[in-house]
């Protein structure tokens, strides 16, 4: 096989970093504006919420202690409060959040926890649907005022705007790459369970390594929200190989790891249309799509990448992507069973091939794992 020179062997993808202009940067310099006015201001948080699985999800947090509330989320159904506003689209006051909440769930234990009395609470809508919730809190009781919650109502309005643009952008990229994955599904026989399964299998390692990795919420949802689009390159492989029943000779393999190219020349196409340029989202989106099928001991494409060069987001999605094809029944296989999969998962890692840390974190969560697959299960398998 000839070397493409836009991938050249051994260089690597350059990592995912945040930056000033991704979400987080941009609530911050929000939050120090308000702080110069209201010093007693100790936090501004943007939780996310999905209404395919109703989670309300940490996401973007700016503190005056650096110290963030991560990896929490809960079901909207199960937080009466933030639902009741929502439905109402009602914004909240809480004088004393002890007095109010106490310590009944994880999230008003952890600000008493951290000494945060009064709150202001906001919530974000696209259109009519809910998109999350903007949370204002201080240390002071009673520190929202009517004149306070007023002040703060047109930066909420700030901070909202600034979140919808870039769900605009990343919803753009998604229902456009939607499309053409969706054909690509129909082509090779990929189902859209297939995909949501490694949306989810991506998202439990990205929680599981958030820690070690210091990988932030932001971070984690990008990976959870582009995993699905590891493959859209194959949109421009012939159905002569996509559709073969057999094994691909060497002349075919060849064409078909060329999906990895057209795939990043997609994706540089719609960042660049839509203004993704180097923020995290389009990163993240980059590196999962270009390197989700290089293996740690140089023995993939299309780069021949070893361990250290591969950007964990892609090395998360090629566990992902592995896990579920070996589970999964398709057209040339059945699904192996559970303790086959693992004893083949581990046999990729002894061989240096996929990310030990990776794979530990996906078949230590047993639990989580089942209820995916049990979410997502394939019309033929109900």
Not at 73 to 93: G, N
Not at 165 to 178: A, E, H, I, N, Y
Not at 295 to 306: A, E, I, K, Q
Request: glycine share 8%.
């Amino acid at each position: 096989m000839k070397c493409d020179p836009s991938h050249p062997p051994g260089i690597g993808l350059l990592p995912a970093r945040q930056s000033s202009s991704d979400l987080t940067g941009n609530l911050h310099a929000v939050y120090e504006l308000i702080r110069a006015r209201y010093p007693f201001l100790e936090r501004v948080a943007l939780a996310l919420y999905d209404p395919g699985t109703d989670l309300l999800k940490t996401f973007i947090s700016s503190n005056a202690d650096e110290v963030l509330l991560k990896r929490y989320e809960v079901k909207l159904s199960q937080v009466p409060s933030l639902a009741t506003l929502a439905q109402r689209r009602e914004s909240r006051v809480v004088d004393d959040i002890a007095v109010a909440f106490g310590t009944q769930s994880t999230h008003s234990a952890w600000l008493v926890e951290r000494g945060y009395r009064a709150s202001y609470t906001r919530p974000v809508f696209q259109g009519d649907e809910l998109a999350g919730f903007l949370f204002f809190d201080a240390k002071v009781v009673g520190a929202f005022t009517e004149d306070v919650a007023r002040f703060l109502d047109g930066f909420a309005d700030i901070v909202a705007q600034l979140f919808l643009l870039q769900r605009r952008v990343v919803d753009g990229v998604l229902s456009t790459v939607k499309v053409a994955v969706g054909l690509a599904s129909l082509r090779d026989l990929e189902t859209g369970q297939h995909l949501d399964r490694m949306a989810h299998y991506a998202r439990l390692m990205g929680r599981a390594l958030a820690e070690r990795h210091d990988l932030s919420d932001e971070y984690i949802e990008y990976l959870f929200l582009f995993a699905p689009l590891h493959d859209i390159g194959k949109v421009g492989i012939p159905d002569r190989i996509l559709l073969k029943p057999g094994r691909l000779d060497a002349d075919e393999w060849t064409l078909m790891k060329e999906h990895v190219r057209i795939g990043e020349e997609i994706i540089g196409r719609i960042r660049h249309e839509v203004g993704g340029g180097d923020s995290l989202a389009g990163q993240v989106m980059h590196n999962i799509v270009a390197g989700h099928h290089e293996r740690g001991d140089g023995s993939g494409y299309p780069r021949g990448l070893v361990m250290a060069q591969i950007p964990l987001e892609a090395r998360i999605v090629a566990v992902a992507d592995v896990y579920d094809a070996l589970s999964s029944r398709r057209v040339y296989k059945d699904a192996w069973g559970e303790a086959q999969v693992q004893t083949e998962m581990l046999r990729e890692v002894a061989a240096g091939r996929l990310d030990g840390e990776c794979v530990a974190a996906l078949l230590d969560a047993a639990e989580a794992r089942a209820a995916v697959l049990a979410q997502f299960r394939e019309e033929a398998e109900l």
